[in-house]
């Protein structure tokens, strides 16, 4: 198995792809009651192949994914062959808490009162071991999809006019 298999409640959301899997692979419904019945081995091995094709299928459309935490936020752009992260954090005590629902502009106001500093940074790398793994791993230890990359755009825009200076060297 690549992944992990699909939960009992992820699998019934996918209720209708799964039967088109078994009827893809000649398996009606009867055919599958009987099938987990009596060779239950199988049955599973289906249901960790239906689980890596959903999975595989998933990672391949990722093209942005989000991590934030009340003192940093870490913005991921999934390119075929690299992956480009732009970063934010809180640098000295404050009470700002990305995980909270506010604009980037109050973020810079309520650590100015503070006295603290919002230090954005970024980096790329390649995918270790393939991409489909790394990201796979990514969202296991709690990154999120991001379906339009705004706040990846928003803290590129950050790093200002000669960020492609900064970050091709």
């Known amino acids: 198995m690549k992944y992990r298999r699909l939960q009992a409640d992820e699998l019934q959301e ?10 893809a692979n000649t398996i009606t419904g009867p055919d599958w009651e009987k099938l987990k019945q009596n060779d239950p081995s199988r049955a599973e ?13 998933v990672i391949r459309q990722i093209r942005f994914l989000e991590v934030i935490t009340p003192r940093d936020i870490r913005t991921f ?34 650590a100015r009162a503070s006295g603290a500093t919002l230090q954005a940074y970024s ?3 390649g995918y270790q071991p393939d991409r489909e793994e790394e990201l796979f791993r990514m969202m296991q230890q709690g990154a999120l999809i991001s379906r339009d990359g705004h706040l990846y ?17």
């Open 14 to 23: 996918l209720e209708t792809e799964f039967i088109q899997f078994l009827s």
């Open 45 to 57: 091995s289906l249901i960790d192949l239906f689980s890596d094709i959903v999975f595989d299928k």
């Open 77 to 110: 752009q999934c390119d075929d062959d690299l992956i480009r992260m732009n970063g934010l954090r809180v640098v000295g005590d404050c009470d700002l808490d990305f995980t909270r629902d506010q604009k980037p502009a109050e973020w810079y106001d309520q």
């Open 123 to 125: 980096g790329e790398k």
């Open 153 to 169: 755009q928003t803290l590129e825009a950050l790093k200002g006019p000669d960020r492609s200076a900064a970050t091709q060297g």
